[in-house]
Structures are given as C-alpha cells and as structure tokens.
C-alpha cells in the first residue's frame, strides 16, 4: 500500500512537476543567480586563518573578527547595523518570525519568497497578502491594519524579475506609519554605489526599518546579513530563533564574504561589464522581437505555459548548449510558466546572441 508521502510524489510526476536535482555544469550558464562571477577574482591565500570554534553565536561561536565584518558591512550599505545569517532562508524564516507579536499586522507582496512566506506562518502577527505591485490594494489593507504594521517586499523578485516602485511604498508606509522590510536578495552587489543595493540608489535606505541582503546572487558565495537599526540587531539576537539554536558560521565564512565586498569596490568594471551585457541582451532581443519580461538586476523570464512544454523548450536549450531552466507550477502559478534566463558579467556577447536565436528558431 502506498503512504501518503508515496502519493504525493506520484501526484507530482503525474503533474509534470517532479523535482529533481540536476548539474549541468559544462553548459553556458544561464541559470545562476551569480550575476558577476566574482569568485574569478578572488585570491584563497587571503583566507582567513584564524582558529574556528564552532557553536551558536550566543556561546563559543562568537568572536571579534565576526562582529568586526559586520560593522562594515553596515557601513558598506549605509546601515547602523547588520547582522549575519548562515542563509537568507533562514534570516527570512528568523527575521519574520519574530518581528510581530501578537495583535500586529504583516501586510506582504502576492509573490513574496517562500522564506518570507514560512517566516509568516511562523509568527504571532496576522498576516495580510496584498496584490503584487499594488500600490492601491497594499494602502487599501494598510488603512485596516491593527497594531503594529510591517510591509514586507522584494526590490526585485526572483521569478519574475520584476520590482516595486520603492520611493512610493516607503511614503505609503510613513503616511501609515508601518515598518518597512525589503529583502535585497536579487539588487544587492548589482544596484547602488559598490553594490549596496536599490534602497540606496533610491534614496530611501533611512526611511526602511529592515533589509535583507543575501551572498548566495551577485556576492557568488552564501550567507545573508539583516541590516537595520542596533536595537533591531539586539532583538535578532535575543529572539530569532534560527539565529540562536544555530552553529554559527565560521570566520572563514565571514572573510569570504568580506573578500566579495572588498572586490566590489576595487573591480568597479565588473559591475559596469554586467549592465552592459544586459544593455546588449535587452536590444539584441528587441531586434529579434522576442517577447522578454522582467529586465530587473540579471533576470529574464520567457512565458510558456504548461510544464510539459516549457520542460521541453528548456530540454532544446540545453542540448544547444545552454544551462537555462524551465520554472513549473507550482513554483509559479499554473499558467505562467516560463524559462527564466540569468545573465552574468561573464557571458560573452556571443554566448548571448547564441541564446537568442535559438530562442527564437524554437518559436518559428
Ligand atoms: C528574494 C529571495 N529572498 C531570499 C532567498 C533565500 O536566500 P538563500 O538562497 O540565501 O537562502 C532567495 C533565494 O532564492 C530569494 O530569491
């Protein structure tokens, strides 16, 4: 007899929808959310060397060196304060998972990411969904929010490469007086000065009570660090759970990431070879009149609905060549299924236009 979990999975191959895990690691890459590649650039002799002693931070895991990196990588994105997260996952899952109590109210983007989204189910605070980008529907439940309010959004979000009018949904949040949180996942290392993110390069980084910047896209490594107030750092460490009950990362974690800032200032030109990839990208597919969405940091979506027939447009991308991956329901809503296309300061011009022709043979 087969266990429910049995049914489940038989269910998901019966959709289309079976997931598996795949390398296709002698592909062009089209796929990783490692906008610029920065591991090319990095030197291993300047790791760091100092002695690990493993445990959550709260105990033997701390050191100075730890809360040192943190202190510029606040400075870096003009925070008073950050603290570290061994995934974005998880500083998702700890951050909203303790920032409301009970009787507060956490209004959050239709296409939130699942770490947001496990983060709510987690909290005592109600959660309010509002329609994707809606500027109109989001003041609408902010008008009837009880409590505390907090608006939780992406700058850009992952699957559709897409973004929010920041500038408007901070005045929303003063007129109402609710928190705002921005996780950075998809701009941080690719928007705003060496990188430090679309709060910055809209002016608005001071009126934002939460961000969420992630190592795991353009940094090129993993980790994610919540840049906020010092009392907000003090709060996660008191009451975030992924935060306390974890081993904390290591030193030569902390310097892998302080290795990725410092190339971000120094090697300016890669940042600057990104956006003009993605300038050659977006009129190479204009030209050959190829239906893109999204367009925000790296990331490209190509609508074909039904998992069967976006599995096999990916399926004739990659024996072209091409590591580009098909997005299924339920991953996105059934319907919009689509390639999402990743492009990286190192895709050559050629590999790009190589893309899009191909891209466009299948459609004829
Ligand atoms: C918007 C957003 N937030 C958070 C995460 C989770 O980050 P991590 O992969 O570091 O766990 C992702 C990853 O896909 C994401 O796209």
């Known amino acids: 007899m087969m266990t429910d979990f049995q049914k489940k999975l038989t269910r998901r191959r019966a959709d289309n929808a079976f997931r598996t895990l795949s390398d296709k690691g002698d592909l062009i890459d089209f796929s990783s959310n490692n906008y610029l590649g920065l591991e090319r650039y990095i030197d291993h002799q300047k790791m760091s060397q100092e002695i690990n002693r493993s445990g959550s931070r709260l105990l033997s895991g701390e050191t100075n060196y730890k809360s040192s990196v943190e202190g510029e990588i606040a400075r870096h994105h003009q925070a008073e304060a950050a603290l570290i997260f061994s995934s974005g996952y998880s500083a998702n899952l700890g951050l909203m998972s303790c920032i409301g109590g009970r009787g507060d109210t956490i209004l959050f983007d239709a296409l939130s990411h699942a770490s947001i989204r496990d983060g709510l189910k987690l909290s005592q605070a109600k959660d309010l969904k509002f329609a994707h980008n809606d500027l109109e529907d989001l003041e609408h439940k902010l008008s009837r929010a009880e409590g505390s309010a907090f608006v939780v959004i992406e700058s850009v979000y992952s699957m559709d490469g897409d973004g929010p009018d920041l500038k408007s949904v901070s005045t929303l949040c003063q007129k109402y007086g609710a928190h705002l949180i921005v996780d950075e996942a998809h701009s941080a290392g690719v928007y705003g000065l060496y990188g430090a993110g679309l709060c910055i390069e809209a002016g608005i980084a001071d009126q934002v009570f939460a961000r969420i910047i992630t190592y795991g896209k353009a940094f090129g490594f993993h980790g994610a660090a919540v840049l906020g107030s010092k009392d907000l750092r003090d709060y996660l460490i008191n009451f975030s759970r992924p935060f306390i009950y974890s081993t904390a990362p290591s030193n030569q974690f902390f310097r892998e990431i302080e290795i990725r800032y410092a190339i971000l200032k120094e090697r300016p030109e890669i940042s600057n070879e990104f956006h003009e990839k993605k300038a050659h990208l977006e009129s190479s597919a204009e030209k050959l009149q190829l ?69 466009k043979n299948y459609e004829a």
């Open 291 to 359: 239906n893109l969405g999204g367009g925000m940091s790296g990331i490209y979506t190509y609508v074909c609905p039904g998992n069967e027939l976006v599995k096999k447009l990916g399926n004739y991308l990659q024996e072209a060549g091409f590591d580009v991956r098909p997005i299924l329901s339920p991953t996105v809503p059934a319907g919009s299924e689509r390639l999402r296309i990743c492009l990286h300061a190192y895709n050559s011009k050629a590999e790009i236009d190589g893309l899009l022709k191909n891209l």
